[in-house]
């Protein structure tokens, strides 16, 4: 089974830096902005080197569920296509408080042409959202 890992580009990874995230990765952006594939860090590390921590998308996408309280939803759609060549995607962002208290916070304005794009995306606005609240 052949499966390719996505991570945050560098502009998310400042933002989850940011917004306080600290979980150990196996990937960091360096100095030169470069992604380094086998550095494991952990938060000391980050912080006394220099290194921004990359998560994957799905980490990312995990940690503003369980810490943030920030729930991501990416859904397709096909225009009306046999072979999905029409096939597009949108986000939404959620606050949460489980069980029971779901709030929308924002949609996206545009189309994503893959799963990952709007991963990214919806995960960028959720960062944005919280550091403009001063969360």
């Known amino acids: ?8 580009s560098l502009e998310t990874a400042k933002l989850l830096k940011q917004a306080g995230f600290d979980w150990e990765t196996i990937k960091a952006y360096g100095q030169d902005e470069g992604l ?6 952990s938060r000391n590390f980050n912080a006394e080197k220099g290194f921004i921590a990359a998560p994957s998308l799905a980490v ?9 309280h920030r729930s991501i939803e990416v859904k397709s759609f096909v225009d009306g296509t ?7 995607w949108i986000w939404h962002v ?3 408080n489980p069980p029971i208290d779901w709030v929308l916070l924002m949609s996206s304005d545009c189309r994503y ?22 969360e």
Do not use: P
């Open 1 to 8: 089974m052949n499966t390719h890992e996505s991570y945050v």
């Open 94 to 96: 959620y606050d949460f």
């Open 113 to 134: 042409s893959t799963y990952e794009e709007a991963q990214e995306a919806s995960i960028k606005k959720a960062l944005e959202i919280i550091l403009e609240k001063g």
């Open 82 to 88: 046999v072979d999905n060549r029409g096939k597009w």
């Open 60 to 68: 990312a996408q995990k940690w503003l569920r369980e810490i943030r």
């Open 36 to 41: 380094y594939g086998t550095i494991c860090i």
